[in-house]
């Protein structure tokens, strides 16, 4: 079983910076694909980011590109979401989801953080 722990919502003005964490407890085996996903409020939940453990391949939702960087530290098993000149349609809950394999359904989802951008 794997447990994932979102930190580093908030709220922040057009423009700003932030930094998601997303630390996972459990075996390293399952956490070989993680990612990230938002849910803006009336809005379906999209994909954001993935990584890939063994050589930290990236994957990026074209919202994002060139602004959004996502990152790991395997010896902690903890993915990081770097978000940059973030706009308010960037508000949204973002969640960190992790899974064995590299394509399909993830397993394993966190509860989720809260990002809010001001204009």
């Known amino acids: 079983q794997v447990q994932l722990v979102e930190s580093g919502g908030g709220l922040v003005q057009a423009g700003g910076s932030l930094r998601l964490s997303c630390a996972a407890s459990g075996s390293t085996l399952s956490t070989n694909r993680m990612g990230w996903f938002r849910q803006a409020p009336g809005k379906e939940r999209e994909f954001v980011a993935r990584?890939?453990?063994?050589?930290?391949?990236?994957f990026y939702a074209d919202s994002v590109k060139g602004r959004f960087s996502i990152s790991r530290d395997n010896a902690k098993n903890t993915v990081y979401l770097q978000m940059n000149s973030l706009k308010p349609e960037d508000t949204a809950v973002y969640y960190c989801?992790?899974?064995?394999?590299?394509?399909?359904?993830?397993?394993?989802w966190g509860q989720g953080t809260q990002v809010t951008v001001a204009s």
């Open positions: 990584i890939r453990r063994s050589d930290s391949t990236t």
């Open positions: 989801a992790a899974d064995p394999s590299w394509l399909g359904a993830y397993t394993y």
